[in-house]
């Protein structure tokens, strides 16, 4: 008797075919967010052909969409405005100082706040995280500041935003989610707990670190608000600040510019002789277009960072 061995061939699935709602959906989901992303970006856009675009033209508003009677004089005449070399150096120090701080004391502390060998441990950490929605008040903090001789002090930029509760929870939460195991491994090889951080724990956190960096590095760069309380020393004065000023004594500083560019040679035609509404857009553009290059370096770290951060598990 013979057998006769069928020969099963594995079923194929199809794809899911795709429907004219589903076309449609997609269509308007992508027109959406095009449109989202012009509005968003335009802004910039208009301040960086309204820098570079005839002066004249530029203040009449006729600068819309494409630069024109294009120019780089302003930004050579801007340089010139006193204190905005050393406004930029104070602005750029505070920013590389104040986010490797944050950054390090958000990871140490987040992971001291996973160790249950930690003393009080979570009366520590609740106490750190009730900061977030308690503060003292603008009078009180300026006197702690003057107590501790920090005002008209560079410093005053940098200790005020070291611990931040809002990246410590984010760090504690990514911190939760790695394995254990690590840290056992090491401590059985006789690790310590700082040589765990440097050499486990710290290496591992990168996405999380970074999405902690790009809101602290944002948040010291755009910071003008503490130079307004605490500063009067002009050599501490910080870009965002005197872009404030600026904006406010825009009509005397494009005097100024038009005397120093005419000291200096400079073409004195109305489409390169500075304006109010030149100075406004030149001053802006040097503040925001750092952030702009510095912003996609780590783009590829936020979103991951910031979802395995705010999620456990």
Known sequence: MTTTHTEHKPTQVTGHTRTSGDVLFSIVNYSFFILLAVLCAYPFYYLIINSVSANDLSALGDVRLFPQGFHLSNFEQVFHLQGLPMAAAVSLARTVIGT????????????????ERMWARRFWYRFVVITMYFSAGLIP???IMKNLGLTNNFW?????????????VLVKTYVEGMPRELQEAAEVDGASVLRVFFMIYLPNMTPILATVAIFAAVTQWNSFQDTLIYVTDQSLYTLQYLLYMFINQ????????????GNLGA?????????PTSIRMTVSVLVVLPIIFIYPLFQRFFVKGIMLGAVKG
């Open 141 to 143: 903090l300026f006197i």
């Open 250 to 261: 825009a009509n005397s500083l494009a005097q100024a510019a038009q005397n120093a560019g």
């Open 100 to 115: 490797t701080a944050t950054v390090l004391a958000s990871a140490f502390l987040g992971f001291m706040f996973t160790q």
């Open 267 to 275: 073409l004195a035609d109305a489409a390169s002789t500075q304006t």
């Open 156 to 168: 005053v930029y940098v200790l005020p935003f070291v611990v931040q509760p809002f990246f410590i």
